[in-house]
């Protein structure tokens, strides 16, 4: 399927997405879910986390400040989206930086089969190195380069075949995998790491291409990559002089609700390798 | 008493309001309020919240987000409200998508006493068919139309009375009564409904303009969702190629900084049926 | 260490500050950061809090939002910060307004030393008056104006002998100070305070400047205090007609962006009393 139909699929279904996530980027990710035609539901007590999986079409799971009452949310959440069938994305945000969030990703990983696993390459890395003793070793860079892209993209695919997902992880160069095909998607500026949420808005927009797209996961994650990424480039040429992050964020969901089909076939850079 | 009226005492008394809120919006909320002429003050913590509602001058209830901690401190807040005389506001945001919101939006309707309910028709027939053994028949469409209006105002009126409130319900055609008199307003945008607690906004809004006219309550709420309204009509205007709904946010509460009691007065689209 | 200097380091150190913060401003607390130059981390889980705060080079605990589970986070956080040398601020916001936020923020200054406290008047006010039996009374004015400006000084001043820290109290003019020597900062606009979070954000900013500086925490509180008054200049006069309360907040970080250490120098209101 192409990057195009798999926008229009977004834009004609609006995907309910069910989101636990951080409260430190969580407007801006229920904001960028309206601007990409989907519908955001947050909700993160126990007490009625499977019932509005239920009524989404989608999940996204995203550790960044977890707590022991949402921990359990997002297990409950995560293996009803399993069994009833709905895509789901999990971001390990922080992964590694405590054992907290290595621990609840792993047991996400473990217990719930997500379609996707978007993160940075620092938090994948993270979750093979704890996992270790079951798995791959995580010694590639932590940055993509067009050097070691060949080693990353191994890297990347065998995450993606242990744990039956495709996995998205984004940096210089965004690569996105089910253990086959890969996607290498050069969009996006450097500039977007100055912006905080940019990696959370991505998962939940992923978690809405994946449900609006629900037999093409891969190539929903990659549309939703390249998505951020160009809407990164043209978010940056709106900004005016004496602009700086805080505008920019408003100008990439500003970006995010106005790019069409044909634009993101014709400028997003996505090599497949 | 006027719209311009209610506008005017809200920048005069700038009312202090305890926002028991969800996290999604919580900081649209903050600057709405600080937009219209009042202050916030959010605490959710069970263990400050009398206190807190005590020192305001009114309270915003909104139950997206709730959890364990916060749902006592909602009724706590709300008993305290109402044994000090204070204006409150029960926004019951998703009631109807989990038994854990119908029953708590249930709960609090039946241990406090709101002066305005302000949600939109999808709540509002989830509260009244959960409570059905006690009362109304919710059978009205949930999209108010010309066609379906008359049908639409007797079932808000009969929620108001029944539930001695101001019930102010927003949509197309927002619908704002005590159970007698009925405000039927045309003012805003449906682009609004792209942007995440444009209804939490108004809520916190409602309760600033019920706190600064405590005698009018039904006048301030109209007065309230005009003014609303009307800034999501300026917004819209304000914005420029390229924009989408974060900077329609910000356009908006950009709006109600500058909108004056003239403006909503000559602007407002309001009618009493 | 000039006030030049300070900002450079800060741009050159990339300081990851650990955020224990209210939920209400955090987004515009991690942008403000990074806007920068530094790095936030939000993390408030009793259960991870001493190991995020290690991997960190600062702390900044914001008592706003508080609740039972975060309080013990706090206070973890800032006994690990004092163990290993890493500067602290703490933002008392609120304090005063409940017993529970008083009580809180007297715990955390007896238990653990910040390096620096940033409030405003009413606030620390509200912490001599509840830690009175062994202290300062205060019984200052609630506004410095030039009139009373020295008794301010010398209560805040005292403040700041007897907690060991910088005390930085913000207002129409800042005080900062670390007990001898005070800067009397002018700089900012009135209108900062129709923004939710301003406070917050400095907080936050105080922090990367007193971690990227952190054998000179007077200065690069001076610094930080100056930093944030000019960028609501430099953000007020980039208003363009029909703005607002909320794009005056992207503009006030959008200038924190855009400050270079010889604007700072030559543009801040800075006098040494």
Redesign the interface.
Known sequence: MSLEKCLENVRAAHPLIHCIT???????V??IL??CGGS??????P??AE??TA?CGGLCVNI??????TIPSMLLAGKKAGALGHPSVLDPV?AG?????TDTALSLLDQVRFTVVRGNMSEIKALERAGAARGVDADVADRVTEENLPAAAEFVRSFAKKHGCVAAVTGAIDLVTDGGKLYAIRSGRPEMS????TGCQLSALTAAYVTANPRNALEAAAAAVCLMGLAGE?GYN?MRP??????Y??????????IDGRTLKSEANCEII
């Open positions: 951080n409260y430190v980027t969580v407007n801006d229920a904001n309206l601007a955001p539901i947050m909700a993160d007590c007490d009625e019932e509005i009524v960044g400040t977890l707590n022991t009452a922080g930086a405590s054992r907290l969030r100055n912006i905080t949420g043209i709106a004496g602009e700086g992050n805080s505008s964020r408003n100008h990439i969901i500003d970006a995010v609700c106005n």
